[in-house]
């Protein structure tokens, strides 16, 4: 038979508690009960995680479901630096899509510096959403291809994901997000909601860009409301007469 788990006021050592596998659920299921994460508790996922992270790992798949994500996004959303390398875990080897989105939107509002590099494999995982969600995350580091990335792997009809894209390109300085935006539009690979970005930038759009902006989006005036937006938007006379055409 398995020692009693401690009662929460014993829990301040949860790292041994977590050390032994019967009683993994359990644990997670306290934790899963607390309004906000304890510092000490924190602390001692943290640390476990640190000394035996394939077996932290392991732990989490055997809790159910509900303390599974309530843990997980405890971990994702504390401001603790020691977060970086369990959310890397998560996101990159993590069971549960939602879960691994919340763990890489969690690392998008973090200086990644020297970690970005660990997230490349995700780039090429099976599942769009994660992609998209590893593309939030290295955005912010600058890497030029996370952006290219962003932009072909979001769903614009995801309000959520439309926040997400435009929060990780607003950590981007103006002049960094402005050429690699403009880059996309003269190639051609940027989307609706790069050109709406674009057009919102300090400094406003040369006649050429201004033009070429029109060229793309003018074929959805009809069917997409962010490209009545986007034409609103570029002082341009062919395009106010494009939107003015279809006001009711």
Known sequence: MHRK?????????LASVLAEAPLASEAFRYLAGEKGP????MASLYAYHQRKPPEF???????????????????????????LPLLFDLAAYGQEVD????????LAEA???EFSSRLHRTAGDPDRRIRFATAVALVPSGEPWAVRLLVAEMDE???EEFLAAHRALGRLPFPEARRLLEEMVRDGTANLFAFNVLVDLPGGLDEPLR???????????DSSSIARLVASKLDFAEAARGVCARLP
């Open 5 to 13: 788990l401690a009662q929460p006021a014993e829990l301040g050592g």
């Open 157 to 159: 009809e995801r309000p």
């Open 57 to 83: 790992l392991r732990l989490l798949s055997l809790t159910d479901s509900f303390a599974n994500r309530r843990v997980r996004a405890a971990v994702a959303l504390s401001g603790d630096p020691a977060r």
């Open 111 to 113: 200086d990644l510096e």
């Open 38 to 41: 304890r510092p000490d508790v």
């Open 99 to 106: 879960a691994r989105r919340v763990a890489f939107f969690a």
């Open 211 to 221: 033009q070429r902006v029109w060229e793309l989006i003018s074929a959805h005036i």
